[in-house]
C-alpha cells in the first residue's frame, strides 16, 4: 500500500534549497578541479661566486718568493752586525727589511712573530724588546753593535721561522684584500709619521715596500675587479700611478733619502694621495664579495 506524503510548503523549499546547494558545490569542484594548475613561480638564478683560489695561490707564492728573500738578507745583515761591521749592517738594514714589509700582513696573522721581528721601543714590554727596531737603536744611537749579537741571532731565527710558517697559513681572498687595506694603515699611522724608523730615518724604504705589497694584491685581484666594477679598478690603477711618482721623487740610488730631508709640504703631498688611494681600495672587498 502506498502512501501520498504531502510535505508543508517551508519543508519542501528548504529541501530544494539544499539540493540545489549540493549540487552546484558539486559543479564548484568538478570546475575548480578543470582548472588548469597555476604557473609555478620561476626560479630565481643567482650569479655563481667568483673562485678565487688561483689568486690566493698566486699570492701566497709571491709571499713565499718574498719570504726567501727577506731571510737571505736578514742572514747578511745580522752577519755584519755579529762581525761588528757597523756601516755595512747600517746599509743591509732597511733593504732586509723591505722583503718583510711587503708581506707584512702574513706575519702578523701568524701569532707573536710581527713583534719578535718588528716591534718599536715601546711596542713591547723593555725586557722583551728585540727584532731590527732593538738593532737599530744600537747601530744608529748608539753607535755600536757591540751587544747586540744575541737578538742578531734571534733575529734570523724568527725569520727562519716566518719562513717555515708561511706555506701553512690559511690564506683567502678576504685576508687579502684586508691586508691591502693594512699595508696602507701602515703607512698612514707610521711610515708618513715618522715614527717607524726612529733611529735611521729610513722610512721612505717601509712606506715603498708596504705601497708594493698592497699593490701586489690590488694587481692579483684586478682582473676579477675590473668584471666587477672597471670604474673603481681604474681609479685604483691611477691612485697607486700618482703615490708611485711621487715616492720615485725621493729615490736615491737604489734607495731612499733619509726621512728627515723631506720638507712639510712634501710630507703631506705623500699623505694626501695615500688617502686618495685608500678610500677606493677599501672598496675592493664589498665589490668582490669577500
Known sequence: MKYNVILPTGILAASLLFSGCGQQK?????????????????????????????????????????????????????????????????????????????????AEALGDLDPNIDARVNDVDAADWRGFHRIEKALWEDKTT???????????????????KIETIDL?????????????NEVSSSKVTGEEELYSHTDLYDFAANVE?????????????????????KEI???????????????????????TALKQDEIRKLSQNLD?????LSNMGKILGV
Not at 741571532?153 to 724568527?158: I, N, P, R, S
Not at 685576508?175 to 687595506?181: D, F, P, Q, R, S
Not at 701586489?216 to 670604474?231: R, T
Not at 686618495?276 to 677606493?280: M, N, R, S, V
Request: charged content about 30%; aromatic content about 8%.
Open 146 to 164: 757591540a751587544g747586540t749579537e744575541g737578538f742578531a741571532d734571534q733575529l734570523l731565527k724568527d725569520a727562519q721561522l716566518l719562513r717555515a
Open 26 to 106: 558539486n559543479q564548484d569542484a568538478d570546475a575548480a578541479s578543470a582548472k588548469p594548475a597555476p604557473p609555478a613561480a620561476a626560479e630565481t638564478k643567482t650569479a655563481p661566486a667568483a673562485d678565487f683560489s688561483a689568486s690566493v695561490e698566486q699570492y701566497r707564492t709571491f709571499a713565499v718568493e718574498q719570504c726567501d728573500l727577506f731571510v737571505k738578507e736578514t742572514e747578511k745583515f745580522t752577519a755584519a752586525v755579529k762581525a761588528g761591521k757597523l756601516e755595512e749592517a747600517k746599509k743591509l738594514y732597511a733593504p732586509a727589511r723591505a722583503y718583510y714589509e711587503r708581506i707584512e700582513p702574513v
Open 276 to 280: 686618495a688611494l685608500a678610500e677606493p
Open 172 to 184: 683567502d681572498a678576504s685576508l687579502m684584500v684586508t691586508g691591502a687595506v693594512e699595508l696602507l
Open 213 to 233: 705589497g698592497a699593490q701586489k694584491i690590488y694587481e692579483i685581484l684586478k682582473p676579477e675587479l675590473a668584471k666587477k666594477d672597471a670604474e673603481l679598478e
Open 237 to 259: 690603477e691611477t691612485r697607486f700611478a700618482a703615490l708611485q711618482k711621487e715616492l720615485n721623487a725621493f729615490k736615491k740610488g737604489d734607495g731612499y733619502v733619509d726621512y
